[in-house]
């Protein structure tokens, strides 16, 4: 087992407070975690259908697909900084442009659609690829702690959003999203996103010379069935944490909760996915990460059946949610870990990038199907069924993943 190497986080403690902030602050997070506190009050103020609804999500991940593919070239052409800092601003602008909606349910489409390419710079690549470079020996736990951004996004998005739009109206609530990028992450972006990465204990300028990491090219990559393992294994995953993240507070409401309620609920997501990335992310850097990556994903599994057969039973559907929470605070860091493990820091910023889009191309298509099962069985219990399934087969599929690969050094790390 590996020694705590202090010195890692004493190095780079500045990169983990810009890269959590900026995971919380991203565009993915910002509309994923808010839109299950949203979906009522469209229903109700736009005459949408929940089914209808569900497919914004679908719009939302083909952006993703698209935006994940152009960061990780554009951080290697322009650097991190200036895309990040420009991708800050111009996704305030997108997620206030959202307020202006027509009546037409395809503006909710396309709004969700160019969001995350307005805001191509702030998604999870950047934020891994960044940490990535600055840790190693603690580098899954490190990637654990900027991505549990994304579990204090989803404490405290439900009550922002609910809280704007009771008091004012939903635009409220697309305008409280659109401030946060521009007054929590672009001040820090501004002071610590610096064209240095560390080289031992000094820092070395920044260099786009990737080609001596040790690792190999994304063509290799899509000829190993490792990489297909890992990405079939997370999209299951992924799509069933994305279903049931977007629909629980409105479950919990058809269950008799309140909006304020069901969103106190949901907010217990957001802590035990901040507890199950730290706890998994220290693990990992210790002990084979997909024996532990499974343990983790398969929670979820149990969440799925305690929603399809307890009765409004308040304590149940908390445990439940801490449960999904669970399992989704394991994906995204397991997804960047097991990539910069399992083939190196090469051409990660490709590798990772066609990662992302793939398993979000799968995850696309849940909420379509979700919202179709909803609309035929007016209930929950498709998806519940259909996620259980997934949560089962997914997590199973790591263990076949093997021991790590041994890369030759032929540098030290740099841009």
């Not at 994906?331 to 820091?345: K, N, P, V």
Request: with cysteine.
């Amino acid at each position: 087992m590996k020694n705590f190497n202090n010195m890692e986080f004493k190095r780079g403690w500045r990169v983990l407070i810009l890269a959590i902030v900026g995971v919380a602050t991203s565009s993915s997070s910002l509309l994923l975690y808010s839109f299950s506190s949203m979906i009522i009050p469209l229903e109700q103020a736009m005459g949408w259908g929940r089914s209808e609804l569900q497919a914004a999500i679908t719009a939302l991940s083909l952006g993703t697909i698209v935006a994940s593919q152009l960061a990780g070239w554009l951080n290697l052409r322009y650097g991190l900084r200036a895309v990040t800092l420009v991708s800050l601003v111009t996704l305030s602008l997108s997620l206030y442009l959202l307020t202006h909606m027509g009546g037409s349910i395809w503006s909710l489409y396309l709004g969700f659609f160019l969001v995350p390419l307005a805001g191509l710079g702030t998604l999870q690549i950047t934020w891994s690829h960044l940490v990535n470079l600055w840790f190693e020996e603690n580098r899954g736990f490190a990637l654990a702690i900027i991505l549990s951004g994304s579990g204090l996004a989803a404490i405290a998005l439900p009550l922002l959003t609910t809280w704007s739009i009771s008091r004012w109206n939903w635009q409220a609530g697309f305008f409280a999203l659109g401030l946060l990028p521009v007054i929590f992450a672009l001040p820090l972006a501004l002071r610590w996103l610096l064209p240095v990465v560390p080289v031992g204990r000094a820092a070395a300028p920044m260099s786009n010379d990737v080609s001596r990491l040790p690792g190999i090219v994304l063509k290799e990559a899509l000829r190993s069935w490792r990489f297909w393992i890992c990405n079939l294994s997370m999209t299951l995953v992924v799509a069933c944490v994305v279903g049931m993240v977007t629909n629980i507070v409105p479950l919990l409401q058809d269950r008799g909760l309140t909006a304020t309620q069901a969103s106190q609920v949901f907010s217990t997501f957001g802590i035990s996915l901040i507890l199950g990335r730290l706890v998994v992310g220290y693990l990992i850097d210790r002990l084979w990460a997909p024996g532990v990556a499974a343990l983790a994903l398969l929670m979820p599994a149990f969440a799925c059946l305690i929603f399809a057969f307890a009765e409004n039973n308040l304590l149940l559907f908390t445990l439940a949610t801490m449960l999904v929470g669970i399992g989704a605070g394991a994906e995204f860091d397991i997804a960047a870990f097991l990539i910069a493990r399992y083939f190196g820091m090469r051409d990660y910023g490709r590798l990772f990038g066609a990662h992302l889009g793939l398993i979000t191309a799968g995850a696309a298509t849940a909420p379509l199907l979700f919202g179709a099962l909803f609309s035929m069985t007016d209930s929950y219990s498709g998806l519940l069924g259909f996620s259980f399934v997934c949560f089962v087969v997914g997590p199973l599929l790591l263990l076949t993943l093997g021991g790590y690969p041994v890369f030759k050094r032929e540098a030290l790390p740099a841009y």
